[in-house]
């Protein structure tokens, strides 16, 4: 109280005398030197990001692989990008690509693996370098035609099933995968019935089906069968433009005439079922007499033989791959 007083007559003393008011402290309130650290006192530590440890596929948030991915991707030449994705458990200790699934529930509450098909493989759509990993599907995400009709011009780019798997089919996964996902370059003969190297061309999608040449690397399929034939290794040609062969089916020993273990066959609930390529056939079998068979894409049977071909508007099965 008395400091109270001692306050108010300063106060009155110096309005009479027009002195400079000294500035004081409220009561009760500590002043500015006493909440000064005292010398020598440590400040404060910020607390740290939490930082990215090594654990099985399966518990990764999608989040965690998106920053592993682009750890994978800026670590600088192959072998510094492959030390990278080892440290996280994607490459095993023998320098082969894991084998570990992880699982995604889709809107049907349908659950679906994905495995890991490469790293460092695809290029990111917008040309900021290669997507760390690329994923595909151990089952079919679906069973829908390519297209609504026995057509296959525009290819790929210009078909049904690409614009539903960019569309309704990404809509079906959970929000942290999708906000995941980047979209790359797929490189694809998007004319139809060609025999010229320059209707492969890219296209951006963020869920796609794998080529004839990602899945099985190069092929002789109609060099070989019509030996002799003017133009057939062009057709050959032309499916080996498509992209390069996925380590995964590398390591599995996918050839376009073998499958040694089985890696190509899908367990559907309904029994087996062929899964497409995104490769259009583009001979024209019409200059042979045989006017209505030249509407198909490739298909990997239902027994999982590399090689088959399918009708555009039958329905088949949808294995799909993405990049994070």
Not at 127 to 136: C, P
Not at 163 to 183: F, H, M, P, T, W
Not at 236 to 246: H, R
Request: charged residues 25%.
């Amino acid at each position: 109280m008395r400091r109270l007083w001692l306050a108010l007559a300063l106060v009155v003393s110096c309005g009479l005398m027009g002195c400079t008011m000294p500035t004081l402290p409220f009561l009760g309130e500590e002043s500015a030197t006493q909440k000064e650290p005292e010398k020598g006192a440590k400040p404060k530590a910020k607390p740290k990001a939490k930082s990215l440890a090594k654990k099985a596929l399966e518990e990764y948030s999608w989040d965690e692989l998106s920053q592993i991915s682009a750890r994978i991707a800026n670590a600088g030449d192959e072998q510094k990008q492959r030390a990278v994705a080892q440290e996280f458990g994607l490459v095993e200790d023998d320098g082969t690509l894991t084998r570990q699934t992880k699982q995604i529930v889709l809107d049907d509450v349908r659950a679906l693996d994905v495995r890991i098909a490469g790293i460092c493989h695809d290029d990111k759509a917008d040309g900021s370098g290669k997507a760390g990993i690329t994923f595909m599907t151990v089952g079919a995400i679906d069973i829908l035609p390519m297209n609504d009709e026995a057509k296959i011009e525009g290819g790929w780019e210009a078909s049904r099933l690409r614009a539903e798997l960019n569309g309704a089919q990404k809509k079906r996964l959970d929000k942290d995968l999708r906000s995941a996902i980047v979209a790359v370059n797929k490189l694809t003969n998007n004319v139809g019935l060609t025999d010229s190297f320059e209707s492969v061309r890219p296209t951006a999608d963020e869920l796609w089906v794998p080529s004839v040449h990602e899945v099985c690397g190069d092929v002789t399929w109609d060099s070989e069968e019509f030996r002799g034939r003017r133009g057939w290794e062009d057709v050959d040609g032309l499916l080996n433009a498509e992209g390069a062969q996925y380590e995964a089916f590398v390591r599995e020993g996918v050839t376009g005439e073998s499958d040694p273990n089985g890696f190509l066959s899908l367990a559907e609930s309904t029994g087996t079922s062929p899964w497409w390529y995104r490769t259009p056939y583009p001979f024209d079998f019409s200059s042979y007499g045989n006017t209505g068979s030249n509407g198909f894409f490739y298909q990997v049977t239902d027994s999982g033989f590399p090689q088959s071909l399918g009708s555009p508007e039958v329905p088949a099965s949808v294995v799909v791959g993405f990049c994070v």
